[in-house]
């Protein structure tokens, strides 16, 4: 596979709200800000960003992203890791108590060059469309892009709304 079909890779992007965006590397644009997530940033701490996957449009997305250029979790200091961890857990515990979805996926590739952890939330749509399991992940995005349409840009935006809101509700340094 072409390292080249992974967005963190290439040298442009156009997100789910039609902006065109060219960068060196998204994570460290979206990091400085010279990129904007669609709906905003959720939680900024100072070791990683929360917010949606800005290229494909599934309510409850979500993306952290490690604001050091490192590829892999295994170099995250223990401040990272723990910033992280508390990350992973706000993000799914918002997902299921906003009853968002029951279930979520989680994966961390190397091959994009940036750390991020993907929250991918598992719908009873995509199961019976495409089955279960991670090797349906890649067909789903593009199904969701290439079906993309503003009444689903809007469900987008206003489960970000609610999952900022609750993270402004929680303190995940505690």
Known sequence: MNDNNFVGNSNQMVDFLGNE????????????????IPGGIIYEGKNAILGTDPEIPIPGFLIINAKRHIS????LNKEERDEIGNLIMYAEKALKELK????ITLIQEERS???????????KWMTEKF???ISYLREI??????????????????????????????????
Not at 21 to 36: H, M, P, T
């Open 72 to 75: 892999s979790f295994s170099q």
């Open 131 to 133: 089955g279960k399991g």
């Open 113 to 123: 060059k940036h750390l991020h952890i993907w929250i991918f939330p598992n719908y």
């Open 100 to 103: 968002i979805v029951d279930e």
């Open 141 to 174: 995005s593009e199904y969701a892009k290439r079906n993309c349409s503003e009444e689903n840009v809007q469900k987008v935006l206003d489960v970000i709304k609610k999952i900022k809101e609750y993270f402004a509700e929680h303190d995940i340094d505690e």
């Open 21 to 36: 965006w060219s960068f060196d590397c998204l994570g460290c644009a979206i990091v400085r800000k010279e990129v904007q």
